[in-house]
T-cell receptor, first 112, second 114 residues
Framework: KQEVTQIPAALSVPEGENLVLNCSFT??????LQWFRQDPGKGLTSLLL?????REQTSGRLNASLDKSSGRSTLYIAASQPGDSATYLC???????????FGTGTRLTVIP | DVKVTQSSRYLVKRTGEKVFLECVQD?????MFWYRQDPGLGLRLIYF???????EKGDIPEGYSVSREKKERFSLILESASTNQTSMYLC?????????????FGDGTRLSIL
């Protein structure tokens, strides 16, 4: 069964710093990988989706990469801002499955 | 923009009650999903539906049922609520088997069973 891991569970950085969040998965037979943001007590907002055939996707200050063969994805956030503080979740859409497999998230705090 | 609306943000019910959680999406998506989210466990799929009146069990269907009478609406039913069903419940929708289309989530319902 697909297992998705996100390390670290929590991260604090000063404002303006560039940072990388990590996601690893055990089964490389995937269609795509999606990064979400979740604010406290709220639902999930989709940030980026990378197809299995792609290496990276960019949206503004966010860049997500995918190395399917090694089972890894990273989310790079440039010039972090206090408004980036949230929990970031990665989720894998696996071949033959109907649902997404989620990691438990990285809680990011950007200190002003 | 896709909008997934969950009927309640917060809900408090008593043990043994029958509880209904409602979800509506406005983008004519075929797929709809119910997840629950618990600290340290992440999101786990309860049920999903790929068409009206069609449903399939997810990873943790015990104690739950679902109803999809109309394409835009997907209901989660707790037949006899128990305290271990206290959780955050999230509804999502997506296009059918169109890989590359993201799942869109509602704001969640935080359910407390007393």
């Amino acid at each position: 069964k697909q297992e998705v891991t996100q390390i670290p569970a929590a991260l604090s950085v000063p404002e303006g710093e560039n940072l990388v969040l990590n996601c690893s998965f055990t089964d490389s037979a995937i269609y795509n990988l999606q990064w979400f943001r979740q604010d406290p007590g709220k639902g999930l907002t989709s940030l980026l989706l990378i197809q299995s055939s792609q290496r990276e996707q960019t949206s503004g200050r966010l860049n997500a990469s995918l190395d399917k063969s090694s089972g890894r994805s990273t989310l790079y956030i440039a010039a972090s801002q206090p408004g980036d503080s949230a929990t970031y979740l990665c989720a894998v859409d696996q071949t033959g499955a109907n649902n997404l497999f989620f990691g438990t998230g990285t809680r990011l705090t950007v200190i002003p | 923009d896709v909008k997934v609306t969950q009927s309640s943000r917060y809900l408090v019910k008593r043990t043994g009650e029958k509880v209904f959680l409602e979800c509506v999406q406005d983008m004519d998506h075929e797929n709809m999903f119910w997840y629950r989210q618990d600290p340290g466990l992440g999101l786990r799929l309860i049920y999903f539906s790929y068409d009206v009146k069609m449903k399939e069990k997810g990873d943790i269907p015990e104690g739950y049922s679902v109803s999809r009478e109309k394409k835009e609406r997907f209901s989660l039913i707790l037949e006899s609520a128990s305290t271990n069903q206290t959780s955050m419940y999230l509804c999502a929708s997506s296009r059918i088997r169109a890989r590359g289309q993201p799942q869109h989530f509602g704001d969640g319902t935080r359910l407390s069973i007393l």
